[in-house]
């Protein structure tokens, strides 16, 4: 199970954390990522990262101003959100997939049937 915390309604600019926390599983054999998704639009990785080596991608419209990390310890995965935009607006989602899955950071953002997702939080960024 995913639980996805730390969305909200803020101004263009502003930041946010998401944090993900994971249950019954150990994240560390599990390559992790956050999708989003905007209304009337498709789902779309935002960025991910592995367990092997801790390798991230992050979707072009995101690059510098969010930051995915890991804390398996915690079973957590967190997405720092600067200088948040209106088109950062969205229904933002935690997922996983076993790291035997995949090939690359990139490869786990793209959705497969092998995903296991959470139920998401609501970002909104106001101009």
């Known amino acids: 199970q995913l639980a996805e915390s730390g969305g909200g309604l803020v101004q263009a600019g502003e930041s946010l954390r998401l944090s993900c926390v994971g249950s019954g599983f150990e994240m560390n054999y599990f390559d992790m990522g956050w999708f989003r998704q905007a209304p009337g639009e498709e789902r779309e990785g935002v960025s991910c990262i592995l367990a092997t080596d801790n390798s991230q991608y992050y979707l072009d419209s995101v690059k510098g101003r969010f930051t995915i990390s890991r804390d398996d310890a915690k079973n957590t995965v967190y997405l720092q959100l600067l200088n948040l935009k209106p088109e950062d607006t969205a229904v933002y989602y935690c997922?996983?997939?076993?790291?035997?899955?995949?090939?690359?950071?990139?490869?786990?953002?793209?959705?497969?049937?092998?995903?296991?997702w959470g139920r998401g939080t609501q970002v909104t960024v106001s101009s």
């Open positions: 997922a996983a997939r076993s790291k035997w899955r995949g090939t690359d950071a990139q490869a786990m953002c793209v959705e497969t049937p092998e995903h296991w």
